[in-house]
């Protein structure tokens, strides 16, 4: 199967876009984005294989090219208050009946679903193969736990506007000693559930989350609670963020990372410590001793 640099490359704002200037008027519109999409993929080498919807899936035979390309896609001055974000992988791909498949493709499509207007979000193995000056233009997120993927993916930002609209950063304790358990317990209402070393609980408006929560404020895939290693983490894959209130009775504001859990305490999807309990996930893990090394 060949290697390659997978890129897909979606458009923001197209929703408004039909509601402000009719279907008609914003269909040629974003064909205008798409097009030009196009033409600076096959102008930086890359290989245009189709447009679904609002986004282009393309790929290169060097990440450098790919990144070269994403980076005048988000920069570029693109009309009616539309932009870009980006999505990249590299891999082996399949390709079949002129398409392509495999896991760059699924891990490319999941990192630009999370990545904010004018965003480039890639993997370490895109990284790297950069040249060194494009390395410089990316800022380290960290390792997130990207829907389909059994281990995490350590993941570098490119924005083309200022740092408070990239991805946040991952929090990692750096040094860590861990007295592990053997599950924790959340609680939503009346129901309740275990997560064990190894497992991961989705939570989100949509159905098929482990955990429903149908609150508007909730995004449809808001977050991921998951059990490694002793130690039990939130990842916040949301648009509107969390909020962790811990039972000292402090609230911690996440978007977009990951944090530890530790002790007991309630999770506000989309809200403030201030939210109504009623509508908060619990958890407890007060069988987990984690205590953090000072440096």
Same mark, same amino acid.
């Given at each position: 199967?060949?290697? !390659? ?170 040094? !860590? ?119």
């Amino acid at each position: 199967m060949p290697f !390659a640099c997978v890129l897909i490359s979606d458009v923001t704002g197209s929703t408004q876009l039909y509601e402000a200037v009719g279907d008609a008027l914003a269909l040629e519109q974003i064909t205008d984005v798409l097009t030009r999409m196009r033409q600076i993929i096959e102008q930086h080498g890359g290989h245009c294989v189709k447009s679904q919807g609002d986004d282009v899936l393309s790929y290169f035979d060097q990440s450098d090219s790919a990144f070269q390309a994403a980076m005048k896609m988000i920069h570029e001055d693109w009309h009616a208050d539309l932009a870009v974000h980006v999505g990249m992988y590299v891999g082996e791909i399949l390709t079949h009946d002129g398409d392509i498949y495999g896991t760059p493709v699924n891990t490319a499509a999941r990192l630009a679903s999370i990545a904010k207007p004018g965003e480039i979000l890639l993997g370490d193995a895109c990284f790297d193969g950069l040249m060194p000056i494009s390395k410089q233009q990316l800022t380290l997120i960290g390792d997130l736990q990207l829907k389909g993927k059994q281990t995490t993916t350590r993941v570098y930002s490119c924005s083309a506007s200022d740092l408070s609209l990239q991805t946040a950063t991952v929090v990692k304790p750096k040094k !860590a000693q861990v007295n592990g358990t053997d599950f924790a317990r959340l609680a939503y209402a009346d129901r309740s559930w275990q997560v064990g070393e190894g497992e991961k609980l989705s939570i989100g408006r949509a159905i098929d989350n482990d955990i429903v929560m149908g609150h508007a404020w909730v995004s449809r895939k808001h977050a991921v609670v998951s059990m490694r290693q002793g130690e039990l983490e939130f990842s916040d894959i949301s648009s509107t963020g969390s909020v962790i209130q811990t039972d000292d009775g402090k609230a911690i504001s996440i978007h977009r990372r990951t944090t530890l859990l530790n002790g007991s305490g309630l999770i506000f999807l989309g809200a403030d410590e201030k939210a109504e309990k009623a509508n908060a996930l619990s958890f407890d893990t007060k069988k987990m001793k984690i205590e953090f090394a000072t440096d």
